[in-house]
């Protein structure tokens, strides 16, 4: 009973003294053992922060980039040829001018275009025209200059084109006829589609495999051009001519064709008159398909679709004119 008395008085000592206190040194290492996991943590929930933050400027970075690559055209100069590589073609316009050529000046091409009627959106059209001749500006030897027809005469826009050549030829070197379903889509050199024809050609067209498509044409101002387009003007009512009133001026072109030998130049689609590709052409032109509009092609033109078609099929597939 003794021991169990001893025994029993020291617990009861114990419990009203409470646990043994602990020593200064090892309180302070308990409280540097919580702070270390205490930054610990921190650090790691900074770092996190630095790492999502991070990546999220990386992607918004990212998609700015590609923004920009889709809205804003590359810009590269309008001309890729040395200046003698021009002269031929000024040699040329001054021989069957029959000028004297005393001081160097530029070759002129004027881009034609009759805009009538509501179907069309003048101003994105004219603001095609207008931003291609743009990057002609400072060039020190050849001039692109715009001009529209938005008060035609005549009843079908293909027949006004040819009244107004004369017109036209007064102040031009070369005439680049392009309908208003039509639409510059790079910034090519349109004159190296006059270079690789040769000097000799007085007029440059494609075809489709309809024939001679009038959309997309050019024609050097010399004698033989304007007797040849007042030829074409003259015919325009000759029922006579196949189709003359359903294809109007490329018919009586088509017509022409074994009369010009020598002068009438014919070219691939790619180089000036390429065509959408919707269904509709795959249809209508389905044993022999025309050549279709790829990235870099200077023109995309819609014949027989409809301007609205192919201004639709533009922004459907986030294509942007020039």
């Given at each position: 009973?003794?021991?169990?008395?001893e025994w029993?008085?020291?617990r009861?000592?114990?419990?009203k003294?409470?646990?043994?206190?602990?020593?200064?040194?090892?309180?302070?290492?308990?409280?540097k053992?919580?702070?270390?996991?205490?930054?610990?943590?921190?650090?790691?929930?900074?770092?996190?922060i630095?790492?999502?933050s991070?990546?999220?400027v990386?992607?918004?970075?990212?998609?700015?980039e590609?923004?920009?690559?889709?809205?804003?055209?590359?810009?590269?100069?309008?001309?890729?040829?040395e200046?003698?590589?021009?002269?031929?073609?000024?040699d040329?316009i001054?021989?069957?001018?029959?000028?004297?050529l005393?001081?160097?000046r530029k070759?002129?091409?004027?881009?034609y275009?009759t805009?009538?009627?509501?179907?069309?959106?003048?101003?994105r059209?004219m603001?095609?025209?207008?931003?291609?001749?743009?990057?002609?500006a400072?060039?020190?030897?050849?001039?692109?200059r715009p001009?529209?027809?938005?008060?035609?005469?005549?009843?079908?826009?293909?027949?006004?084109?040819?009244?107004?050549?004369?017109?036209?030829?007064k102040?031009?070197?070369?005439?680049w006829y392009?309908?208003a379903?039509?639409?510059?889509?790079?910034?090519?050199?349109?004159?190296?589609?006059?270079?690789?024809q040769?000097?000799?050609?007085?007029?440059?067209f494609?075809?489709?495999?309809?024939?001679i498509?009038?959309?997309?044409?050019?024609?050097?101002t010399?004698?033989?051009s304007?007797?040849?387009?007042?030829?074409?003007?003259?015919l325009?009512n000759?029922?006579?001519?196949?189709?003359?009133?359903?294809?109007?001026?490329?018919?009586?072109?088509?017509y022409?064709?074994?009369?010009t030998?020598?002068?009438?130049?014919l070219?691939?689609q790619?180089?000036?008159n390429?065509?959408?590709?919707?269904?509709w052409?795959?249809?209508?032109?389905?044993?022999?398909?025309?050549?279709?509009w790829?990235?870099?092609?200077l023109?995309?033109?819609?014949?027989?679709l409809?301007y609205?078609?192919l201004?639709?099929?533009l922004?459907?597939?986030?294509?942007?004119?020039?």
């Amino acid at each position: 009973m003794g021991d169990d008395d001893e025994w029993n008085k020291m617990r009861r000592r114990n419990l009203k003294q409470g646990p043994p206190e602990s020593s200064p040194n090892a309180r302070v290492a308990e409280v540097k053992s919580m702070m270390t996991r205490s930054d610990i943590s921190v650090a790691l929930i900074l770092l996190a922060i630095v790492l999502v933050s991070t990546l999220w400027v990386i992607q918004v970075r990212n998609y700015w980039e590609r923004a920009e690559q889709i809205q804003t055209p590359v810009h590269t100069p309008a001309w890729i040829w040395e200046p003698n590589q021009f002269k031929p073609l000024l040699d040329a316009i001054t021989k069957v001018k029959g000028e004297t050529l005393q001081a160097p000046r530029k070759l002129v091409l004027t881009i034609y275009s009759t805009i009538s009627g509501p179907a069309f959106n003048k101003e994105r059209i004219m603001a095609n025209r207008q931003r291609y001749s743009g990057l002609y500006a400072s060039h020190p030897y050849l001039d692109v200059r715009p001009y529209f027809q938005l008060t035609p005469t005549e009843k079908f826009p293909s027949w006004q084109k040819i009244a107004d050549y004369e017109q036209l030829a007064k102040g031009s070197d070369y005439i680049w006829y392009l309908d208003a379903d039509a639409f510059i889509m790079s910034q090519k050199n349109v004159f190296g589609v006059i270079l690789r024809q040769g000097k000799h050609c007085d007029v440059i067209f494609t075809t489709d495999p309809n024939g001679i498509n009038g959309g997309s044409f050019i024609v050097r101002t010399s004698p033989w051009s304007t007797a040849f387009m007042k030829r074409v003007y003259s015919l325009r009512n000759d029922e006579t001519i196949p189709k003359v009133q359903t294809w109007w001026e490329q018919a009586v072109f088509q017509y022409l064709l074994n009369e010009t030998a020598g002068h009438v130049c014919l070219t691939d689609q790619q180089e000036l008159n390429a065509y959408p590709d919707v269904e509709w052409y795959r249809e209508f032109m389905s044993e022999n398909l025309p050549y279709f509009w790829q990235e870099g092609d200077l023109v995309i033109h819609g014949p027989g679709l409809g301007y609205r078609a192919l201004e639709k099929y533009l922004d459907e597939n986030n294509l942007r004119e020039t």
